[in-house]
């Protein structure tokens, strides 16, 4: 690692005391996920209570003056609705979402399956901004065709953001959606995402924009271009990978409790695929604890980890120059992702409300779930950005926005980040949290297939001290991170008028 300011492993006692928590998810209305009734989810007080942000509430920073745009595929048919009900119960402010069509006026119809998985990463994406900055105004892009993999639906999503670029100037942009570059042909590669895709990213950086995505959820692979397998070589996800985007990784946060499973993935598998009535361990066993726990986002039981890797695409940046030899190695002179992590666990998830309905997909009534991914870390960040636009603003007297975060990110000391290293969990501490790679077993793959198991092992990578290519830098300390991030915005503004 490079002798500059990176973190030092993270310790618990440099986090707030949290209530215990024993019981696991229950939603407002006192239902549960029924699919896996142990796992634990967070609403937005305990969530901001794990990280820090209720303090920065508590000093006025709500996002006052920001302005947050989330990139959809299809979007919500309910989304404004649904967003108040959020807001309702949690004791959040209203606020109208402002729309962006750039295929014209769209309701979402509901009759497949990822028009119903857009509905829910829409809802996600809108309340949890507004639950980390809840005086934020919230843009939402809405296309009426599906990104999958490749190039597919990308055109459309970058015409909705050229338009937010010229009508939202400062504003924060978070993408909750990617796919391995692996999946691009050579042309797509040069003629967009190297050329009129990385042209409307930088214009929007010229915008002061500040521009966030998710790393991925498939550790250091992802699916290939026929999505009929995972990839089985380490690959980068994009948009995340281009230099001007912040790729947002994933961890997993316990506060209040601490997972202690009893036996191994292997064993979990076993009587999975058994189809026992009742194991006899308990994989999402956990004991309270007022301690706040934090590792890479890897889940074996749910085959799903915090993406990470080396892009093919894109050379390293000059912000990046200065990670230390070990990581240099790796990167061979290309950019790595992701730069920072968020809360993206399934056992661990924040909880969204959604009253839409679908027969076709028999979804019968609203109802609140408990959701993980990477696709949460991201409008997470972007509501701490708000909060530092806030302050950035304040402090020089007009409304600005934070701009191109990477430079900054970067540029922050080893206190700003809680520093994510190996953990080993467990009744015996038998279950070693270390790297970001999916979970493999030759059994497991015959079973559920190869977009769900990789067709081989894919090695992850491992959590270090200082920067990997798990977690990034780590997650942000909020406090400190949110209030320095505004400062070197505002030394960044001071310079520049320098004679």
Same mark, same amino acid.
């Given at each position: ?5 990176? *973190? ?27 699919? @896996? ?19 920065? @509430? ?203 499973? =009893? ?62 030899? =070990? ?49 949460? *870390? ?109 400062? *070197?915005?505002?030394?960044? =503004? ?6």
């Amino acid at each position: 690692m490079s002798a500059q300011a990176f *973190a030092r492993p993270y310790h618990r006692n440099m986090r707030p005391k949290v209530s215990p928590v024993a019981a696991a998810c229950t939603f407002p209305d006192g239902t549960s996920p029924s699919r @896996h009734p142990g796992v634990h989810c967070y609403d937005p007080t305990h969530f901001l209570q794990a990280y820090g942000i209720d303090k920065l @509430h508590k000093m006025g920073l709500t996002g006052k003056g920001q302005t947050i745009i989330l990139a959809e595929s299809f979007g919500s048919p309910t989304m404004q609705a649904d967003l108040d009900h959020f807001s309702d119960t949690f004791g959040l402010p209203h606020t109208t979402i402002q729309f962006i069509y750039p295929n014209g006026p769209y309701v979402n119809p509901m009759e497949t399956d990822d028009q119903v998985g857009w509905a829910g990463e829409t809802t996600l994406d809108l309340e949890w901004a507004h639950a980390i900055a809840p005086d934020a105004t919230l843009v939402n892009i809405v296309t009426n065709n599906a990104e999958t993999v490749g190039l597919t639906g990308f055109p459309d999503l970058f015409a909705g953001i050229k338009t937010a670029v010229e009508q939202y100037p400062g504003a924060i942009l978070s993408m909750s959606y990617g796919t391995g570059e692996p999946t691009f042909t050579p042309d797509d590669v040069k003629n967009f995402l190297q050329g009129s895709f990385h042209q409307i990213f930088q214009d929007a950086v010229n915008a002061d924009m500040t521009l966030l995505a998710s790393s991925g959820d498939s550790g250091s692979t992802d699916l290939n271009a026929k999505m009929d397998a995972l990839i089985s070589t380490p690959n980068a996800s994009y948009p995340a990978s281009d230099p001007l985007v912040t790729s947002v990784g994933g961890t997993s946060v316990q506060a209040g409790w601490v997972w202690t499973p =009893e036996g191994t993935a292997d064993d979990y598998w076993a009587c999975q695929l058994a189809h026992n009535d009742k194991c006899p361990t308990n994989f999402f066993n956990s004991i309270p604890t007022t301690s706040v726990l934090e590792t890479v986002w890897k889940e074996d039981w749910a085959v799903a980890a915090g993406g990470g890797g080396v892009s093919a695409i894109f050379d390293q940046p000059d912000y990046q120059l200065g990670l230390g030899e =070990e990581i240099q190695q790796i990167a061979q002179g290309h950019r790595t992702v992701p730069d920072v992590s968020l809360n993206a666990a399934i056992n661990g998830g924040v909880e969204t409300y959604q009253s839409y309905t679908s027969a076709s997909q028999g979804i019968t009534k609203p109802e609140w779930q408990n959701v993980g991914g990477t696709s949460c *870390a991201s409008p997470e960040m972007a509501g701490l950005i708000a909060l530092a636009g806030q302050r950035a603003s304040e402090t020089l007297g007009r409304t600005v926005g934070i701009g191109y975060l990477n430079p900054i990110l970067y540029s922050l000391s080893r206190g700003d980040f809680n520093d994510i290293v190996a953990q080993a969990l467990g009744t015996q501490k038998q279950v070693m949290i270390d790297n970001n790679g999916l979970y493999f077993s030759a059994t497991l793959l015959a079973a559920k297939g190869p977009t769900v198991v990789p067709p081989v092992a894919v090695p992850g990578y491992s959590t270090t001290p200082g920067y990997d290519l798990a977690t990034g830098r780590g997650s942000p300390r909020a406090v400190r991170f949110v209030l320095d991030v505004a400062d *070197a915005r505002v030394a960044r =503004e001071m310079f520049l008028k320098l004679p």
